[in-house]
Every structure is written in C-alpha cells, then in structure tokens.
C-alpha cells in the first residue's frame, strides 16, 4: 500500500453500515463479534455517525472493548459525519435518487460538534480517518476542510478524507488540506469512478475506498429477489426490467468465477484489488464466515486475459439502470 495511512491495514477493509438492518435483521451480540474478528484480521472498520443514529459507532466501541490486549493488530476506525440524524440540529436539503432526502451540515460548529461526539460513541482519543460523508451544498467546502484539517491540528483526528463528492471538489479539498481517501461507490456493477474520480484520486496520491464493492450485494449471485422493505428496492439497477437485464449480465462474471474455482463476490473483490494497491473495498457482511470469503480475495491473481474478458462484460454503464449519489 503506497499510501501512508493505510500500511497497517489489508487492502480489503469492512464496511459496518449492514450491521444496522439495511439489508436485513441484525443480532448486537453477533455484531460485535463479527466486529471483533475483522479488527482482528486487520482490517479496516468503516462507519458513519449516522448508521443507526450512532448505533453502529456504539457497536464498535463494544467490539474495541474486547479485543484481546495481546493482539498485536491496532484498530483502525474510519467514520463519516455530515447527515443529520438528531431532531435538534438542522442543515441543508440534499436530494440523493434514492427516494428520500437527506439533511448535510457542514458548518464549523457542527462537523466539531459531530466529532466530539464519535470520539465519544467510538470510546477513542482519535479518529483515524474521517470522512465527510455528504458536502453541503449551503455550506463553502472551504469552511468544511478548514474544520476538519483543525481536528487534525488538535489530534482528534489522524486523516481526512471525503465521500460521495466530484473530481473538483477533491482538488479544491485537497489545496486545503492533504485528503487521504476518497469513498465513492465502485465495482463491476458501477464503474463511473474511473471516469473523473479516480483520475483525481490518483494526481493526489489518495486512495479510493469503495462502497458497495459488490453492487449492495448483486455481484455474489444470491440476489435474485428483493423483500418489499429491502432497502435496495429505491436501486434502479434492481427494479423492474434493468434488474432482469442485470442478472441476465451477471451469468458472465459467474461462469469466469466457476472456472477460477472462487465466488463471484471472491471475483468482483479480487477485480478491484487488480485495479490499483489505492484502492480498498469495504464489503460488509453480517457473519464471520463471509470475511473469511472475502479476505480470500487478496490471494487471486486474475490473468491479463481475465481482465480483458471482464472489461468486456461490464463496461462503464453496462449494467442498466441511473447512478445515485
């Protein structure tokens, strides 16, 4: 790993938001352990302030608690801040293509605000890596960085970094102050990325840190249908005749996994680790087993060919359906 701030960690890291019942029910107690296995391993734990309305950052406190002082692996926390959750704050209305608004803030006071309180939700004295989770657009992103790079200045915060934004942005971030990670959804399923955000990933040395690396699920062949209160039902790419298309698609990608002997999602990971030692997915999973799976992703190495054939198959824009935020 080439950036800094990520050597202590696998290039696959863990995304936590799963663990709070978006893809289905959650057990606490096998949350935490499931927590404190990946930590264990090495990886990298991803969260937001507002995933279960500070819930999951609860989560991996519990899981920090009881993690064996001999381990020799430090923890690595990534958060986010920026949606409001709390019925006392306000903020600016962002709309997302996913049915439902969002309220950002990204006022001085309020990133400080939102801070303190990880610190105190996670029971850390620093935050590793901490994202704004949305821009505000009411708010100059000067203002934003200039808050986060203070956190960093005071030692609450180790590295920043930004989520969900433009290539502009990155730059105009990153003149303020060194952006170490950019989290932008990136996979087979959806490869806008390498358009704009990864050229500006790349110019600045970040790395790229992709959610829903395995298309919410849809590149490990079990989706083939959706509950009505499946969070995923508001994804075009999952509704109606773009979803048929899309699994007719996948049938692909399946059959160059049967010939490797691994999963499709073992196949979609490894893709992305083929891509660059800068970029990190971050599936999520609600039991051990699947880290397990997925960490196994690191020792595939796919062929020149495999690449080319897999270029092929799912090209920007393949798989049918609008991009979200």
Same mark, same amino acid.
């Given at each position: 790993?080439?950036?800094?701030?990520?050597?202590?960690?696998?290039?696959?890291?863990?995304?936590?938001?799963?663990?709070?019942?978006?893809?289905? *029910? /959650?057990?606490?107690?096998? *949350?935490?352990?499931?927590?404190?296995?990946?930590?264990?391993?090495?990886?990298?734990?991803?969260? *937001?302030?507002?995933?279960?309305?500070?819930?999951?950052?609860?989560?991996?406190?519990?899981?920090?608690?009881?993690?064996?002082?001999?381990?020799?692996?430090?923890?690595?926390? +990534?958060?986010?801040?920026?949606?409001?959750?709390?019925?006392?704050?306000?903020?600016?209305?962002?709309?997302?293509?996913? &049915?439902?608004?969002?309220?950002?803030?990204?006022?001085?006071?309020?990133?400080?605000?939102?801070?303190?309180?990880?610190?105190?939700?996670?029971?850390?004295?620093?935050?590793?890596?901490?994202?704004?989770?949305?821009?505000?657009?009411?708010?100059?992103?000067?203002?934003?960085?200039?808050?986060? *790079?203070?956190?960093?200045?005071?030692?609450?915060?180790?590295?920043? &970094?930004?989520?969900?934004?433009?290539?502009?942005?990155?730059?105009?971030?990153?003149?303020?102050?060194?952006? /170490?990670?950019?989290?932008?959804?990136? /996979?087979?399923?959806?490869?806008?990325?390498?358009?704009?955000?990864?050229?500006?990933?790349?110019?600045?040395?970040? +790395?790229?840190?992709? !959610?829903?690396?395995?298309?919410?699920?849809?590149?490990?062949?079990?989706?083939?249908?959706?509950?009505?209160?499946?969070?995923?039902?508001?994804?075009?790419?999952?509704?109606?005749?773009?979803?048929?298309?899309?699994?007719?698609?996948?049938?692909?990608?399946?059959?160059?996994?049967?010939?490797?002997?691994?999963?499709?999602?073992?196949?979609?990971?490894? !893709?992305?680790?083929?891509?660059?030692?800068?970029?990190?997915?971050?599936?999520? /999973?609600?039991?051990?087993?699947?880290?397990?799976?997925?960490?196994?992703?690191?020792?595939?190495?796919?062929?020149?060919?495999?690449?080319?054939?897999?270029?092929?198959?799912?090209?920007?824009?393949?798989?049918?359906?609008?991009?979200?935020?």
């Amino acid at each position: 790993m080439t950036n800094k701030v990520f050597q202590a960690v696998k290039q696959i890291g863990y995304g936590a938001m799963g663990l709070e019942g978006y893809y289905g *029910a /959650s057990d606490d107690t096998q *949350a935490v352990q499931t927590l404190v296995y990946a930590i264990e391993q090495g990886m990298m734990i991803d969260t *937001a302030d507002a995933y279960g309305a500070g819930h999951n950052e609860d989560l991996i406190k519990q899981a920090l608690q009881q993690i064996n002082p001999q381990n020799q692996q430090p923890a690595f926390i +990534a958060t986010k801040f920026g949606i409001v959750f709390e019925e006392d704050q306000t903020g600016s209305q962002l709309d997302t293509g996913w &049915g439902f608004p969002l309220t950002i803030n990204g006022t001085k006071e309020y990133v400080t605000r939102a801070i303190d309180q990880s610190l105190e939700r996670l029971g850390v004295d620093s935050i590793d890596l901490l994202y704004a989770h949305y821009l505000d657009p009411n708010t100059p992103l000067e203002e934003t960085i200039a808050a986060m *790079a203070e956190a960093v200045k005071v030692g609450k915060v180790k590295a920043i &970094g930004l989520s969900n934004v433009t290539a502009d942005e990155i730059l105009r971030a990153h003149a303020i102050h060194p952006i /170490s990670a950019v989290q932008y959804e990136y /996979s087979l399923f959806r490869r806008e990325a390498e358009s704009e955000i990864l050229p500006a990933i790349n110019q600045i040395g970040a +790395a790229l840190v992709c !959610w829903s690396p395995l298309g919410a699920g849809f590149l490990t062949g079990q989706v083939q249908e959706l509950d009505e209160n499946d969070f995923r039902n508001n994804n075009p790419k999952m509704q109606g005749e773009n979803f048929t298309s899309n699994l007719e698609r996948l049938e692909a990608i399946k059959a160059i996994a049967q010939e490797y002997a691994i999963t499709p999602a073992q196949l979609a990971l490894a !893709w992305l680790v083929a891509q660059g030692d800068n970029i990190i997915p971050i599936p999520g /999973s609600r039991k051990i087993s699947r880290i397990d799976e997925n960490l196994k992703a690191l020792d595939v190495k796919l062929s020149a060919e495999t690449l080319r054939q897999l270029d092929e198959i799912a090209p920007i824009g393949a798989f049918k359906g609008a991009t979200l935020v």
